[in-house]
């Protein structure tokens, strides 16, 4: 018989254990472990992983702890059909995808333009394949736009209204599942499975990886300081956002469990690192291009342009500044590890996609 997994959200405040909707999905605690050859390259002593690329065998990454308060709610919704939205290529999406099929649910992803990059072409082959419905849309405007008209059609056609979720999954529910990774990291710095880190880095795009980070710090009595590396637009990826979402989902537990202490999550405490973005969303960046390829060469880590490689980036400008070296430091691995070879292979080609998004496939 196989054991079900409990969040430590709900073995920290039990009254949440029946008040706040969960399920299964990934495989947690994910290892934690030391990246000796990296840090001997920048003369730095205690450089961790949080290995959260191996998340799930399905399909991995940040996203599945987020899906699993995000469809737990989804499930007590009695809802039939998630719509979400995402860049081209959005991990979000395709995960969304996956593990809602898993609970048969159909997901519609409205997706924005974003540059080129081979993982673009591999998620929207996987998502179709999936079952995933695109929608391809111009901007933000008519994303916004498409989500009134799909939220009508669901009514007309299946009586109800689809459930709305926003990009990266970062809702108050979705932030809740880095409050629980935060829990996770914890205990395992209790177990002695690495120190308490001084600093540990994420991305920072839709901003509820880092929320959850932030507030569950917090929560868990850390007193690490988690810090963000801007990937998106600064209008949208900032401390303010950070502060706000992570303060959504704490009053959400508190909502649920007034037990649940009060803790600051002020906008200055918040810090930020908007230079390594580059150009934009998704372009590459020559910094990022040089850490993608030192850790898979040092620690066999593979990164991805958009997200971590420029999150490593600002790593190892951190790791190895004088000041740091011998201070422990955590890098959070958001990106999937899963292969999706078979998925893809089970898809008959790009011009199954609608016509907007063929066009990635263009030599």
Not at 75 to 95: D, E, F, I, K, P
Not at 183 to 206: N, T
Request: one cysteine or more; charged letters at 20%; hydrophobic letters at 40%.
């Amino acid at each position: 018989m196989s054991i079900i997994r409990r969040p430590l959200l709900f073995e920290r405040f039990p009254r949440l254990r029946h008040r706040l909707p969960w399920l299964e999905l990934g495989s947690f605690p994910t290892p934690v472990e030391p990246m000796t050859r990296l840090g001997n390259a920048l003369g730095a002593t205690q450089l961790f992983v949080k290995r959260d690329d191996l998340s799930s065998r399905r399909y991995g990454g940040n996203k599945v702890r987020k899906l699993e308060f995000v469809l737990g709610h989804v499930a007590q919704r009695r809802s039939n059909t998630v719509v979400t939205v995402g860049a081209a290529g959005s991990n979000h999406v395709l995960a969304t995808a996956l593990h809602g099929a898993d609970q048969g649910l159909k997901t519609i992803g409205i997706v924005v333009p974003q540059p080129p990059h081979g993982y673009v072409r591999r998620n929207l082959l996987a998502g179709w394949a999936a079952g995933c419905r695109f929608e391809p849309v111009a901007g933000s405007v008519d994303a916004i736009r498409r989500f009134a008209q799909l939220w009508t059609e669901s009514l007309r056609t299946e009586g109800r209204p689809p459930y709305v979720l926003w990009a990266g999954g970062s809702t108050a529910r979705g932030v809740l599942g880095y409050v629980e990774a935060a829990l996770e990291i914890g205990a395992q710095v209790e177990a002695g499975l690495m120190p308490e880190p001084e600093v540990i880095f994420v991305p920072v795009g839709s901003a509820g990886t880092m929320a959850g980070l932030v507030l569950g710090c917090r929560l868990a009595g850390l007193a690490s300081e988690t810090v963000g590396v801007r990937v998106y637009e600064r209008t949208m990826a900032n401390a303010w956002a950070v502060a706000w979402l992570a303060r959504r989902a704490l009053a959400l537990l508190r909502s649920l469990d007034r037990s649940i202490p009060r803790v600051s999550l002020s906008v200055p405490s918040i810090r930020v690192l908007h230079d390594y973005c580059g150009r934009g969303y998704a372009h590459s960046t020559a910094a990022g291009t040089v850490a993608m390829e030192r850790v898979r060469d040092l620690e066999g880590l593979d990164l991805e342009p958009t997200y971590s490689a420029k999150t490593m980036a600002a790593f190892t400008d951190c790791v190895g500044s004088a000041s740091q070296r011998r201070r422990p430091a955590l890098f959070i691995h958001t990106y999937n590890s899963a292969p999706l070879d078979a998925l893809v292979a089970s898809c008959p080609g790009p011009e199954v996609l609608p016509g907007a998004l063929q066009g990635y496939f263009d030599d």
